[in-house]
């Protein structure tokens, strides 16, 4: 079992789920999971899992074989976000300046970026309305693959997968989600 520090008080209703991933050609080290893993079955004892809920297994142990992460997810309605005030950073209760550093852009993010976001959330008001559409334009302007070229050492991850390679997997759009969310 894995042991995670978490502050769930905010949290009404939690769904238990098992998510089963079955790697094939991917060659990583990183174990695929949801939020808050509380439960690791694979086929090893040893892996690496940190605060933030990353859980890394030795790379002989990924490849071909399939293992299960259980989580205690949060259900969250919509009804709920769409009328939900925006928190403010006094909301963190002195963690400000760590906070903070977590949501900056880096100065060097490309301009074209934040025109794209404002392009695509421009006629929402509310937080859900921009998330949401950002999520949506995500889904069905770049197309989900493996097949993915590696990007330049010069380039800004985000500003290469919607500009440039236009396709990507997971982490391609949690980062882009991530980025374009905070402009």
Known sequence: NLDSPRDDSNVKEVEDVVLTVYPQSIN???????????????NTDRY???DGGNIELPRSRVKGNSYKVSSNVPVIYSDELKTAKPIGMG??????????????LPDSLPDRVKSLT???VGKYKSDFEKAYAIQQYLRT????????????QDRDFVDYFLFDEKKGYCTYYASAMAVMSRI
Do not use: M
Request: hydrophobic residues 30%.
């Open 28 to 42: 990583t080290i990183s174990v695929f999971n949801i939020w808050k893993p509380y439960k690791l079955e694979a």
């Open 48 to 50: 690496y899992f940190d």
């Open 91 to 104: 909301q963190y209760h002195g963690e400000d300046d760590y906070i903070r550093s977590c949501l900056k």
């Open 118 to 120: 404002f392009d695509v």
């Open 141 to 152: 302007e770049y197309p989900y693959t493996l097949d993915t070229s590696s990007v330049p």
